[in-house]
T-cell receptor
Framework: GQQLNQSPQSMFIQEGEDVSMNCTSS?????WLWYKQEPGEGPVLLIA?????ELTSNGRLTAQFGITRKDSFLNISASIPSDVGIYFCAGLNYGGSQGNLIFGKGTKLSVKP | GAGVSQSPSNKVTEKGKDVELRCDPI?????LYWYRQSLGQGLEFLIY????????KSGLPSDRFSAERTGGSVSTLTIQRTQQEDSAVYLC??????????FGAGTRLSVL
């Protein structure tokens, strides 16, 4: 089946550093979503992208929908300890029903105070 | 509560038994989604409801899995004759429309 390649798998950074993670796909998507999941909880939607080239911010988070429609990145600026968690990208194919998302395997972020 | 509620939070069962997992979405949300998350993996789509009907159930892994939604609200995911490979966290999400926005904390299913 379809796969999303999400990288890096894990990051261990110092508080205050910027973070960048990305997802690539072998097929074209018409929606990219970024979620954060903390232990024992469900994912929380951070940013949704619907148009190629779209750049959207949510506080210290910025995400972009790649112009090829096959990739997306998420940046976190000036990281803080509460940014710790697993970040997932998810994409929706053209013609796919809403909710039938393909998820990456996640980027585990650790922040050292 | 104001969020998506799932019960039970943990379920341990024996191979071959049936289990029912419940999801209470946020009141008024018409869209409801079920996903499965295995250890260290991303989420895997199972089924999507719009109201009481399921336009897309293509993610259900086998005919042992079924789901229903009643009154446009509560949904139940049933797994019959459970197998060890069914062990995972089952997550439910609801949304007023469009993308799955609000997730519950999940039901952790362990099949012995």
């Amino acid at each position: 089946g379809q796969q999303l390649n999400q990288s890096p798998q894990s990051m261990f950074i110092q508080e205050g550093e910027d973070v960048s993670m990305n997802c690539t796909s072998s097929s074209i998507f018409n929606t990219w979503l970024w979620y954060k999941q903390e232990p024992g909880e469900g994912p929380v939607l951070l940013i949704a992208l619907y148009k190629a080239g779209e750049l959207t911010s949510n506080g210290r988070l910025t995400a972009q929908f790649g112009i090829t429609r096959k990739d997306s990145f998420l940046n976190i600026s000036a990281s803080i300890p509460s940014d710790v968690g697993i970040y997932f990208c998810a994409g929706l194919n053209y013609g796919g029903s809403q909710g039938n998302l393909i998820f990456g395997k996640g980027t585990k972020l650790s922040v050292k105070p | 509560g104001a969020g998506v509620s799932q019960s039970p939070s943990n379920k341990v069962t024996e191979k071959g038994k049936d289990v029912e997992l419940r999801c209470d979405p946020i009141s008024g949300h018409t869209a409801l989604y079920w996903y499965r998350q295995s250890l260290g993996q991303g989420l895997e789509f199972l089924i999507y409801f719009q109201g009481n009907s399921a336009p897309d159930k293509s993610g259900l892994p086998s005919d042992r899995f079924s789901a229903e939604r009643t009154g446009g609200s509560v949904s139940t995911l049933t797994i019959q004759r459970t197998q060890q490979e069914d062990s995972a966290v089952y997550l439910c999400a609801s949304s007023p429309g469009g993308d799955p926005k609000y997730f519950g904390a999940g039901t952790r299913l362990s099949v012995l």
